[in-house]
């Protein structure tokens, strides 16, 4: 069965679309067939991976509006596949606000595709809007990617109150996978102290390895590649490689 994943946190600034990105580098050098699914209108995940929103015929705001497949609007992007976006996606989401089923859209549009791929990644917007409902609804799991500060640890409480919702609601069999720690540094007192106490207070795993903090990461995007790509044996590319591993178990 296809795995399909959606990653979210409402908070921007987590690093939540370089989480995407490079950990689907990762399972496809992993030899898994990945589709990124940009759910976000920013489009950062798009651009991130080397494709112009702007010349796009079609986008994720066709297929949610119903007017084309998800199967033509694909393109390839290096080794794994987009599902891309663009600004346009933010009157979608208006659009959504007045249809029946709308939670269910994205899933269903992803419904003629999960065949060909093994792993379908999500990035969710940084919001608890209906977008973000539909990723949620659409996936089979949900990652978190949280930096390891005060007013990220906080909206993780926000984050899974809107994911309780979609279980009662939505999508029953939503499994949270786990918090994945971004933009870590070990020597904050800080970082250490939200990290020990997630688990505790909110009872969900802390996934292993944290992501270090490093300027590679931030690079990354201009080249638009990875930073698997772009900076093979850096810190953060070996720690999504070892996260990607890990999760490939989970």
Known sequence: MTRVIAVANQKGGVAKT???QSLAAAFAELGRQVLVVDLDPQACLTYSMGVDSDGLDLSIHDVMLGRTTAAKTIVEAGDVHLLPSTIDLAGAEIHLLTKTGRE???SKALRPVLSEYDLVMIDCPPSLGILTINGLTAGREVLIPLQAETLSHRGVGQLLETIDDVRA?????????????TMFDSRTRLAREVVEDLPQRYEIAVLEPPIPKTVRVAEAPAR?????????????AEAYRALALNLDSA
């Open 104 to 106: 269910y859209v994205l």
């Open 18 to 20: 370089t989480t995407v």
């Open 224 to 236: 638009g590649v990875s930073v698997l790509q772009s900076a093979r044996r850096s810190t953060a």
């Open 169 to 181: 609601y939505t999508n029953s069999d939503l499994r949270v996978l786990g918090a994945v720690a």
